[in-house]
């Protein structure tokens, strides 16, 4: 299967991200079909394959996607993307998500080093943001394991089927990820490509 051009592969020790196609549909819809996988999204589950796949976006210059993969490249995990950004500030915003057999493994740490890599170097972040439910620990807990530092409660900033929800702002800048970037598990992440 061939990969799109222009956006970097990564490989770590027990993953391989490249970039959303329209073929992970089916595996995505693992998480984006799973109401308990998507109640901090801002938008509810998929009610199926169809509307998962109608939900997968393209490839702009304020929003792109990568898989993330098992190592061989086959089974697919979760999705990893950035968002709202914005060039001239030098941000962006980061989202993601795991099917939820994957959970509790360290799967998105894994995968979230390389990428923010990615974001302070080719991308020349600044600044990466992450908008967090307050009753979301576990994605709390990962973004102040890579760094992350809350910035703030941003009321009613969501709105989910006419229910609006609170979120806390999270940002890491580019010095604090260069003076304490975290290491993967084992040999340095690096781009296939």
Same mark, same amino acid.
């Given at each position: 299967?061939?990969?799109?051009? *222009?956006? #970097?592969?990564?490989?770590?020790?027990?993953?391989?991200? @490249? #970039? !959303?196609?329209?073929?992970?549909?089916?595996?995505?819809?693992?998480?984006?079909?799973? /109401?308990?996988?998507?109640?901090?999204?801002?938008?509810?589950?998929? @009610?199926?394959?169809?509307?998962?796949?109608?939900?997968?976006?393209?490839?702009?210059?304020?929003?792109?996607?990568?898989?993330?993969?098992?190592?061989?490249?086959?089974?697919?995990?979760?999705?990893?993307?950035?968002?709202? =950004? +914005?060039?001239?500030?030098?941000?962006? +915003?980061?989202?993601?998500? !795991?099917?939820?057999?994957?959970? @509790?493994? *360290?799967?998105?740490?894994?995968?979230?080093?390389?990428?923010?890599?990615?974001?302070?170097?080719?991308?020349?972040?600044? =600044?990466?943001?992450?908008?967090? +439910? /307050?009753?979301?620990?576990?994605?709390?807990?990962?973004?102040?394991?890579?760094?992350?530092? /809350?910035? *703030? !409660?941003? =009321?009613?900033?969501?709105?989910?089927?006419?229910?609006? =929800?609170?979120?806390?702002?999270?940002?890491? !800048?580019?010095?604090?990820?260069?003076?304490?970037?975290?290491? #993967?598990?084992? *040999?340095? #992440?690096?781009?296939?490509?």
């Amino acid at each position: 299967m061939a990969e799109p051009k *222009g956006r #970097p592969v990564f490989a770590t020790e027990r993953l391989r991200l @490249r #970039p !959303l196609m329209a073929s992970d549909a089916k595996g995505l819809h693992a998480a984006y079909g799973d /109401p308990e996988a998507m109640r901090f999204w801002d938008f509810t589950a998929s @009610r199926d394959l169809a509307q998962t796949a109608a939900r997968m976006h393209g490839k702009t210059h304020r929003h792109a996607a990568w898989a993330v993969l098992a190592n061989d490249g086959k089974r697919f995990m979760g999705m990893l993307c950035y968002h709202h =950004r +914005e060039a001239w500030n030098r941000r962006l +915003e980061v989202g993601y998500i !795991l099917a939820r057999e994957h959970w @509790r493994k *360290g799967l998105m740490h894994e995968a979230l080093v390389p990428f923010l890599g990615h974001c302070f170097g080719a991308l020349k972040c600044r =600044r990466v943001e992450a908008s967090i +439910e /307050p009753e979301n620990a576990a994605s709390i807990r990962l973004a102040e394991k890579l760094g992350f530092r /809350p910035e *703030g !409660l941003m =009321r009613d900033r969501l709105c989910v089927e006419g229910k609006f =929800r609170n979120v806390i702002m999270y940002a890491l !800048l580019a010095g604090d990820w260069h003076a304490r970037r975290p290491q #993967p598990r084992a *040999g340095a #992440p690096k781009s296939v490509r």
